[in-house]
C-alpha cells in the first residue's frame, strides 16, 4: 500500500519513495518530496498564479525525461487554467501550483523541475517579471559570470529596474526584475532584448546575443527569449535533473562574490532557508513601469550616439 502524506487538508498517496532520481548523488524520490517540502513555504509564493512546465524523470537523471505543460488526471482540488493559444483556436490547460499540497503531487509524479511564466493567470497577457540569463558555454570562470552579473545588475539599476538574483543550480545565473504589469510580452520582450543588446555591445569579445550556438563561439550567451509569451524560468528553489542535485537559489547580491551557480543542494538548501529569509521575497515591492525604463534605455543610447 503507497504511503500518504498528510498536507494541509489533503491527502497525497506517494510511492516508489526508494527509487534513486539521482543515481551518482544518491538522492532518492523520498529525498526529492522530502526537499520540495522543505522549500515549499519560501517556494510557492513564486509558484503561486504561474502557469507551469514541468519536467519529469520516472526513471532518475540517468534515463530521458521529458518537458510536461498539460499533466492530464489530476484530481478536482488542484488549480488547472486555460491559456489561449497565441497564434491559433483554443486553449490549453496548465496546472497552477498555489500550495505545498501541489507542489508535492507533482513532485510524486517524479516532476524534478518546476518551470514558471513570466506573467501570473489574472493577467496573462502582461508579464511581471522581465528575465536574462546568462548562459555561458563550458570553460566560462566564474568570476567572470559574476561579473557579467554585476554589470546586467547596474544596467537594469541605471534605467530604474530592481534586479534580483538567482544561481540557476546549472551553469549561469539570472538576473530578474520585477514590473507592474502595465507593458505586454511584446514590449517587454523587446525592452529585454535592448538591454541584452547593451551589454553585448560593449564587451563583443565574450557576451553576445545570437540565438545558434554555432554563432556564439566561446562567448557567453545573454538570453533574453525567457521574455516572450508562454516561455518559462526556472523556478526558485526546483531542483535541477543534472548530476549534483542542485537548487536554483534566489541570492542576495552581497553573496554574489562568494556563490556558484549550482552551490546549493538538497544538503544544503534547507540550512540556508532556517537562518535566511527568501531575498526574493518582497520582490513585488519593487515593481518597475517598463516604459519608463525602455526611455531610460534609450536615452543611454541616444546619449551614447550624440557623444
Not at 544596467?155 to 530592481?162: D, N, P, R
Request: aromatic share 8%; net charge negative; glycine share 8%.
Amino acid at each position: 500500500m503507497a504511503p500518504v502524506l498528510h498536507v494541509a487538508d489533503r491527502d497525497i498517496n506517494v510511492s516508489s519513495l526508494d527509487k534513486e532520481l539521482f543515481p551518482d548523488d544518491h538522492v532518492s524520490k523520498g529525498d526529492m518530496l522530502l526537499h520540495y517540502g522543505t522549500v515549499a513555504e519560501a517556494m510557492v509564493p513564486h509558484l503561486a498564479g504561474r502557469p507551469l512546465t514541468l519536467r519529469r524523470y520516472p526513471h532518475g537523471i540517468g534515463t530521458e525525461g521529458f518537458f510536461q505543460k498539460h499533466p492530464a488526471g489530476l484530481p478536482e482540488w488542484m488549480h488547472v487554467v486555460e491559456i489561449a493559444h497565441k497564434r491559433s483556436e483554443g486553449s490549453d490547460p496548465y496546472v497552477v501550483c498555489d500550495e505545498a499540497a501541489t507542489l508535492l503531487y507533482l513532485a510524486n509524479l517524479t516532476a524534478i523541475e518546476f518551470h514558471i511564466w513570466t506573467a501570473t493567470t489574472p493577467d496573462i497577457e502582461r508579464p511581471d517579471r522581465l528575465v536574462i540569463d546568462i548562459d555561458p558555454p563550458a570553460g566560462v570562470t566564474v568570476a567572470e559570470l559574476r561579473s557579467v552579473a554585476r554589470r546586467a545588475r547596474d544596467l537594469c539599476t541605471e534605467i530604474g529596474l530592481t534586479p534580483f538574483l538567482q544561481a540557476t543550480g546549472g551553469r549561469g545565473y539570472h538576473v530578474v526584475t520585477p514590473l507592474d504589469r502595465s507593458a505586454d510580452f511584446g514590449f517587454v520582450r523587446a525592452l529585454a532584448g535592448g538591454i541584452t543588446d547593451r551589454l553585448a555591445a560593449a564587451d563583443p569579445e565574450r557576451l553576445t546575443t545570437a540565438f545558434r550556438k554555432n554563432q556564439r563561439g566561446d562567448r557567453i550567451f545573454l538570453d533574453a527569449n525567457r521574455n516572450g509569451y508562454g516561455q518559462t524560468f526556472v523556478a526558485p528553489y526546483s531542483l535541477r535533473a543534472r548530476p549534483g542535485a542542485a537548487v536554483a537559489t534566489p541570492l542576495d547580491w552581497s553573496e554574489l562574490g562568494r556563490s556558484t551557480p549550482d552551490g546549493y543542494t538538497t544538503a544544503s538548501i534547507g540550512r540556508r532557508l532556517a537562518r535566511k529569509t527568501d531575498p526574493w521575497a518582497d520582490m513585488d515591492d519593487h515593481a518597475a513601469v517598463p516604459a519608463e525604463a525602455r526611455e531610460r534605455l534609450d536615452a543611454l543610447d541616444g546619449g551614447a550616439k550624440a557623444a
